[in-house]
């Protein structure tokens, strides 16, 4: 009786959990999270300690001008502090994590044109945090005990739980794994960011030219799209293509109130 009294309590508190869970993501779509947000961040902090550890940074004063000036305008239109590492890595690569923290890889800096395209990406990596992505899928896949270990686990990244845990947050090529974000929530990213970065002012149509860029980077070679939780290139920028109309117009009131960045290396 005890047991089955134990099991009622512990279905009972399952279910008051999920139900406070419910959230509502930028775009209106419905989320389950159930992480405590101040817990997400303080991952995304260890995470990005652990990373500046185990990684070389780039002192380039031109890199780090044109990276801190695209970031700072973009994190402009969303409030906080942010602190951006770009980071020595021929990874076509950047991420934002939970708890203000952004990395570029400066392979991704020998690939992008102008400010307009790096905008795409960080806008895009900073979409997955305002829409708690993270929070997301370590809700999805975690549970209340996997979630504390995960927690704890970030501080190992070693570990195969710590990898999992970095991954999880969204970033861990320097530990050999990296877990996508689902086709659903790369498409939400992509909206959020592009709608950012016209609000900061830069020209949403570079990112456009930029998945083609990435295309022809990965000279075709990437999964057909049902095999891989991240869409393809050509759906991705179909969809952005679809999003375009609503951005340029967010653009036109940007260069109406004066936002007009000029990030140069």
Not at 95 to 119: H, M, R
Not at 125 to 134: D, N
Not at 231 to 241: C, F, M, Y
């Amino acid at each position: 009786m005890m047991h089955l009294l134990k099991i009622k309590q512990l279905f009972s508190c399952l279910l008051i959990g999920v139900l406070a869970a419910c959230a509502t993501s930028p775009t209106g779509r419905s989320q389950l999270v159930f992480m405590p947000d101040s817990e997400v961040n303080s991952m995304g902090l260890q995470a990005f300690d652990s990373l500046k550890r185990e990684s070389r940074i780039s002192h380039n004063t031109a890199s780090n001008h044109f990276v801190n000036c695209v970031a700072g305008a973009i994190t402009r239109e969303m409030g906080g502090e942010w602190e951006v590492v770009v980071f020595e890595d021929k990874s076509l690569n950047a991420f934002a994590l939970p708890g203000g923290k952004i990395g570029v890889y400066t392979g991704l800096l020998d690939l992008v044109d102008n400010q307009d395209q790096l905008a795409a990406v960080i806008g895009h990596e900073v979409g997955h945090v305002m829409a708690r992505h993270s929070n997301e899928r370590l809700s999805q896949q975690a549970g209340t005990n996997l979630g504390i270990s995960l927690i704890q686990a970030v501080a190992a990244p070693q570990s195969a739980l710590g990898q999992t845990a970095i991954g999880l947050l969204g970033v861990g090529a320097q530990y050999g794994i990296i877990m996508p974000y689902s086709r659903l929530q790369e498409s939400e990213a992509d909206k959020i960011g592009l709608d950012l970065m016209a609000r900061a002012g830069f020209n949403p149509t570079e990112s456009i030219r930029l998945w083609q860029k990435m295309d022809q980077a990965g000279q075709g070679m990437e999964p057909v799209e049902f095999l891989s939780t991240h869409p393809s290139h050509a759906s991705r920028i179909q969809n952005l293509q679809a999003n375009l109309p609503g951005a340029q117009q967010l653009l036109q009131r940007a260069k109406a109130t004066g936002k007009n960045p000029h990030c140069t290396r």
